[in-house]
């Protein structure tokens, strides 16, 4: 993965903490908030509002949309850490001043809380999914 081993060790940390308490202590979601940053808290609320949808084909491909704050769908590809949002191109890539968008940050934090939406798609549907997120970019 792409995520720092503190990140990686700390989304584990959620993920056992939540299994055997279903609850995140606090020390966990502080440093939830020292890691991310300024994604922490509104990636915590779209999971807490069940934003994101793990959107899978028959073949296994997976992807995740989340329904971020402004009611737009942004595609999220957890494999290699990318999101379609305007804020993962700025913050993200261009200027490095987050390791990743809240929306990212919100497909971690559903998987280790098991808040997952789940779709199953065709693979057509899978396609038209991935070349709308194209024709967007273009």
């Not at 308490?21 to 890691?35: A, E, H, N, R």
């Not at 280790?112 to 789940?118: D, K, R, S, T």
């Amino acid at each position: 993965s792409t995520l720092p081993a503190v990140a990686e060790e700390l989304l584990r940390e959620i993920k056992k903490a939540f299994q055997e308490t279903s609850q995140v202590p606090d020390d966990l979601l502080l440093g939830l908030k020292f890691i991310f940053g300024p994604s922490a808290v509104p990636a915590l609320d779209l999971v807490d509002q069940r934003s994101v949808t793990r959107v899978r084909s028959p073949s296994g491909r997976t992807l995740y949309q989340v329904l971020g704050s402004s009611g737009k769908l942004y595609t999220c590809y957890s494999a290699c850490h990318f999101c379609t949002c305007p804020a993962f191109g700025f913050s993200v890539l261009q200027k490095s001043e987050s390791l990743l968008c809240k929306h990212i940050l919100a497909v971690y934090l559903s998987q280790a809380l098991g808040a997952c939406q789940e779709l199953a798609v065709s693979e057509e549907q899978l396609t038209n999914i991935l070349l709308a997120e194209e024709e967007d970019e273009g």
